[in-house]
Each structure stands twice: as structure tokens, then as C-alpha cells.
């Protein structure tokens, strides 16, 4: 998992993590050695997260705050129950988890996120998966939450509309964090073995913060 370098995006302009290049030169071409390191590194991206192109624009990344405030939407979930978010705001920390049932990372990250729903739940945390299945598949998403013993809420994103606000590219799996106030805390893309205790820290600094 990765936080999301962002540049100019639907949350406003946020500072991209690393050194900009400084001065007129170009950059040096490549070695072979250097290129082959790079289809590797490639390709383990390409395992870590779901969906193409380049990462999505978003409010944060790592640990840096973002003074963005999260756009409100509306959506329905398996029982076909309106979910809005702007109710849950200054009640609880929402972590939004854009998924399918065809990406594999995202199988993996779903024991953890529910282990951690069901660890801080009581202290205010609210995580949300946001299915973005689309027709041919959207139909195989309450089978897939029920055998994955899924017990956090799933709203339906069958016409992208969420997706379109917070995760433009269809990255999965992809979080974004929301503080009690209403602020985006940070967003990361994908998933690996060990991100989990990443976004526990998130967790933990933002139900401690005071909205």
C-alpha cells in the first residue's frame, strides 16, 4: 500500500511526497540493468493494487494532514437502505474502502479491515466498503460480503458515482481516511502483507484527534 501522490485533483492541490527535480538538465537515459529493476518494481505494483492508469487524485497521502473537507454523497447499501455520509460525520471516523469482487488484493485486506472494525468500532470507527462492480458482477456482491463474513457496512457503487468524487481512476483497493470533522486524513492505494499496521497508525492518530 502506497500513499497517493497527489497533484491537482478534485480535493484541491496537495504537495506530492518526494524531490522535485531541480534546474534545466534532462534526465540520464537508463541503463539496461536500471530498466530491467524497473519492469520489476512494475510489476509488483501491478500485484499490490487492482484497476490501471496513474494513481488517483486525493487529499493526502502518509501521514500528512489535509484540511480538505470530505464532498458529502449519498448511496444505497444491500438492503437497499440509504447511506449518507455527511450522518456520520462529526460522530464517527469514517474509513472508505473502494473494492471489487475481482480484485484480489482486496481479499486479502478484508479480514484485516474487518478485524479493525471490530477493534475500534466502539471508539468511534466506522469503516464503509464501497463496491464498484459493475453490471456483469454487481449482482455477486452480497454472496461475496456473506462468505466473506464482511460485517462493516457495503454501499453500492454500480454507477460510479462515489468513485467519481473520491477515486476517479477505479484504483482497488484504495482507503480514505475521514476525520470525526469531516477532514480527509490520508488515502493509500493497494494493498501488501504489513500495510495493515499503516493504517492501524492512521486509525489510532485520528480517533485520537479532537474534531
Same mark, same amino acid.
Given at each position: ?19 522535485a ?7 540520464p ?6 530498466t530491467s ?6 510489476l509488483a ?13 486525493a ?15 449519498t ?17 464517527? !471516523? $469514517?474509513?472508505? +474502502?473502494?473494492w471489487?469482487?475481482y480484485?484480489e488484493?482486496? %481479499?486479502?485486506?478484508? &479480514? =484485516? ?30 454472496a ?10 457495503? !454501499? $453500492?457503487?454500480? +454507477? ?8 476517479? %481512476?477505479?484504483?482497488? &483497493? =484504495? ?22 499496521k ?14
Open positions: 500500500m502506497k500513499p497517493v501522490p497527489v497533484a491537482d485533483g478534485p480535493f484541491g492541490a496537495v504537495p506530492e511526497h518526494g524531490n527535480p531541480t534546474g534545466g538538465r534532462s534526465a537515459k537508463p541503463s539496461r540493468g536500471h529493476i524497473v519492469l520489476l518494481v512494475a505494483a501491478g500485484l499490490a493494487a487492482c484497476g490501471a492508469g496513474p494513481a488517483p487524485p487529499a493526502g497521502g502518509g501521514g500528512n494532514r489535509s484540511a480538505t473537507v470530505a464532498p458529502d454523497f448511496g444505497r447499501d444491500l438492503e437497499g437502505k440509504t447511506f449518507r455520509l455527511s450522518d456520520h460525520l462529526g460522530k464517527s !471516523v $469514517v474509513l472508505l +474502502d473502494f471489487s469482487t480484485c488484493p482486496c %481479499k486479502a485486506e478484508f &479480514p =484485516l479491515l474487518g478485524a479493525m472494525y471490530e477493534k475500534s468500532r466502539r471508539d468511534g470507527l466506522l469503516v464503509v466498503g464501497v463496491a464498484m462492480d459493475g453490471p456483469e458482477t454487481m449482482a455477486d456482491v452480497p461475496f460480503v456473506k462468505r466473506m463474513g464482511i460485517a462493516f457496512p457495503i !454501499v $453500492v457503487d454500480d +454507477d460510479s458515482h462515489i468513485a467519481s468524487i473520491y477515486n476517479p %481512476k477505479k484504483s482497488m &483497493p =484504495l482507503s480514505v481516511l475521514i476525520e470525526k470533522a469531516g477532514r480527509i486524513a490520508v488515502v493509500r492505494e493497494g494493498y501488501n502483507p504489513g500495510d495493515e499503516l493504517v492501524e497508525a492512521d486509525i489510532a492518530k485520528a480517533l485520537d484527534r479532537v474534531p
